[in-house]
């Protein structure tokens, strides 16, 4: 499925002198139609695009990683069921390149183990990328969900408190 092109050259289209007759892309796309190319950079402690939102692609693309900048790896957290995607575990420098198609619609969970505890994960989401929804708006993580859950409570109980001591505390003088 995949396939390492190590030291190739990015300029233009061409990697390890095959041509790819004008399927180049910017790297900053988000979404592909299935049979096209699309570059993933990693870069500093992120995959661009990937990290900030998903990358959204149509079955049957092929997305070339490009190492940026230096000790990174690709390694799957979460795939699709008939997939074989392994990523690339081998931690690699720039200039580095790895390939690979995607070919079984769903989300594809990665991660870069040497800046993991910097945020540096990944997910490309393979399926119709055509009139469906849309951006959803930033997601909140479980742990921030939970901290505003547990703040309201505490605020409530506090409010509460408040009331019933300056309802029915305090002394009464004789």
């Not at 092109?5 to 892309?25: I, M, S």
């Not at 951006?135 to 408190?161: E, F, N």
């Amino acid at each position: 499925m995949g396939a390492d092109v190590a030291g190739a050259q990015t300029d233009g289209n061409e990697t390890d002198g095959n041509e790819t007759d004008g399927n180049e892309t910017d790297g900053n796309e988000t979404g592909a139609a299935g049979g096209e190319r699309v570059t993933v950079e990693l870069v500093d402690y992120a995959y661009e695009p990937g990290t900030d939102s998903p990358l959204s692609i149509e079955s049957g693309t092929t997305v070339q990683f490009v190492w940026v900048t230096d000790n990174h790896n690709i390694a799957v957290d979460g795939t699709p069921d008939g997939s074989e995607w392994e990523g690339h575990e081998p931690v690699e420098d720039a200039p580095f390149e790895y390939e690979n198609t995607f070919d079984a619609e769903g989300t594809y969970e990665f991660h870069c183990d040497p800046h993991l505890n910097l945020g540096m994960e990944g997910t490309i989401e393979v399926g119709a990328t055509g009139d469906g929804g849309g951006p959803t708006g930033p997601a909140v993580p479980g742990w921030a969900l939970t901290a505003g859950i547990l703040t309201m409570g505490a605020l409530a109980v506090a409010v509460g408190l408040g009331y019933f001591f300056l309802k029915y505390g305090g002394y009464e003088e004789e």
